[in-house]
């Protein structure tokens, strides 16, 4: 083996280590940390952020990597070598842009602003969270200019969980999803659909245990998982065999088990990584739309599909008896769908969800191009969810504070849910043209089919290829919201057509 690629190997392993002990600082700040700890935490987490930062910045590893330019021709271009070469090369580029004291400055702020978050919310007050959120727009402003000149000021942000996506490819997807979803919500919102089965009381306890046992049916193996609470749900992987979900359940209600399902989608990607990739940075998804690309798909196009609950409803109704026994499965899966606008995203049915979306990709945009003043955020946040889902906030609770992904920093995410959608459904038809409908496996609890074809065609692949390449590998084409438009039609004439007025 040649001794300069042993030595990259070394030292993107070393990097590794250090930015997924960063990661298990940011989850047990999330999950177990008591309040007090949050300014220590932050200070942890900065100086972390910043010797990852140097050595991800260093000279001797810039020379490594061009000397090891000539390697990536000696070897095809999807072996693991030149895959890691090449990506390597290509964040060690991004990297030297970024000084080190912003990387530590942004990493230090998304704790003390995550804790703003969570009293903000429990205060009801916007302004509790204003100063951290004026000063996180600052330094991404400042990140931002580390990549000048560019096409537009979202385009480096975006690049970080999408990369090689550009604002200006996105918007016509946007169009096309706003022109079909908003007359969609309009007649199929008036489906009369008994969704009373879905309220009432629903222990905790209970909807863990449910949950657990839908997960393990899909995969989940508690020797490599594990799930825990937080107040937004979230997972992380810190290694394809060491994957954490988290979700919130809450009594009233059993979305805690859908973000179950909706994290299960992210945590099987990563855990199904190729096991050579670990300590590289070749070992995670290729973006975060193919990451939303399965959380959607599991939670939707898996958790919401009635063959699925053919298999688990009697287990459902054995679970909470008072609520399901006397309630017929077509029912519950009616309810399951049902589209009405709601206040929150993590809430939203799959029609109203993207819209979610837009809204926030929409007022991002406007907030760092300065067209958008953060005081008058809350009342913005307001005008868009009436504007595009017809509802008002109650409070800044269920308005503006809603999603944590403003408080930690993450401008440029949000956009990568919706293009998840709509990459599910490109991957879901290719995959059932591969292996054939899916639907009689999942009525006897099969799940492998789907799962291995996943595995082969995505997730093993980690980011041996861009995502546009893996795209086209994966589901013959581009981005394309026409599938995705045409399945939510489909399914929704189903179900819930014959209830429309």
Not at 372 to 381: E, N
Request: hydrophobic share 40%; net charge negative; aromatic share 10%.
């Amino acid at each position: 083996m040649n001794t300069g690629f042993e030595e990259l190997r070394r030292r993107l392993g070393e990097l590794q280590d250090l930015e997924k002990t960063a990661a298990v600082l940011g989850w047990d700040e999330e999950t177990k940390m008591p309040a007090l700890g949050a300014d220590a935490r932050a200070e942890q987490r900065a100086t972390i952020a910043r010797i990852a930062h140097e050595l991800h910045t260093a000279p001797e590893l810039g020379e490594l990597l061009e000397e090891l330019r000539p390697f990536e021709e000696e070897h095809e271009f999807e072996s693991f070598e030149a895959s890691l070469v090449r990506i390597a090369r290509s964040d060690y580029d991004k990297a030297i842009r970024v000084p080190a004291d912003l990387r530590a400055d942004l990493s230090r702020l998304a704790s003390h602003s995550y804790r703003a978050w969570l009293n903000a919310r429990e205060q009801k007050d916007y302004g509790v969270l204003f100063p951290f959120l004026e000063r996180a727009l600052e330094l991404r402003r400042r990140y931002v200019e580390c990549f000048a000149p560019y096409d537009d000021p979202y385009d480096p942000l975006l690049d970080i969980y999408e990369p090689g996506m550009k604002t200006v490819e996105i918007e016509p997807i946007f169009d096309r999803l706003k022109e079909a979803l908003v007359p969609m919500i309009g007649t199929f919102a008036e489906a009369r659909v008994d969704d009373s089965s879905l309220r009432g009381h629903f222990p905790r306890d209970a909807q863990r245990r449910f949950s657990l046992l839908v997960l393990e049916r899909w995969g989940m193996d508690r020797a490599a998982w594990r799930l825990d609470k937080t107040v937004h749900p979230f997972m992380t992987a810190f290694s394809p065999s060491d994957i954490r979900l988290t979700t919130n359940f809450h009594e009233d209600s059993l979305h805690g088990l859908l973000s179950c399902l909706h994290e299960f989608g992210h945590g099987v990607y990563e855990r199904n990584v190729d096991p050579r990739y670990t300590r590289t940075p070749l070992a995670e998804g290729v973006s975060s739309a193919f990451h939303e690309s399965q959380s959607r798909m599991w939670e939707n196009l898996v958790g919401r599909n009635l063959a699925t609950w053919r298999f688990f409803y009697p287990q459902l109704q054995e679970a909470f008896p008072d609520h399901f026994a006397s309630v017929p499965l077509e029912t519950f899966h009616r309810a399951l769908n049902k589209v009405e606008p709601t206040m929150r995203r993590v809430d939203a049915d799959e029609v109203t969800y993207s819209l979610h979306i837009i809204i926030r990709f929409e007022l991002e945009r406007a907030m760092l191009g300065g067209e958008l003043d953060l005081r008058d955020l809350p009342d913005a946040f307001d005008a868009k969810m009436r504007e595009y889902l017809g509802i008002q906030p109650s409070d800044v609770t269920n308005g503006v504070l809603q999603d944590a992904h403003w408080s930690d920093l993450t401008f440029g995410y949000f956009p990568t849910y919706a293009l998840g959608n709509v990459v599910s459904v490109q991957l879901w038809e290719r995959a059932e043209a591969a292996v054939g409908p899916l639907d009689d496996q999942f009525e006897r609890g099969e799940f492998t089919t789907l799962r291995d074809w996943l595995t082969e065609n995505i997730y093993r692949w980690g980011r041996t290829f861009s995502p546009q390449e893996l795209l086209q590998r994966a589901a013959g084409g581009p981005l394309d919201p026409e599938p995705y438009v045409r399945y939510l039609e489909r399914k929704l004439n189903d179900v819930l057509g014959a209830a429309v007025a």
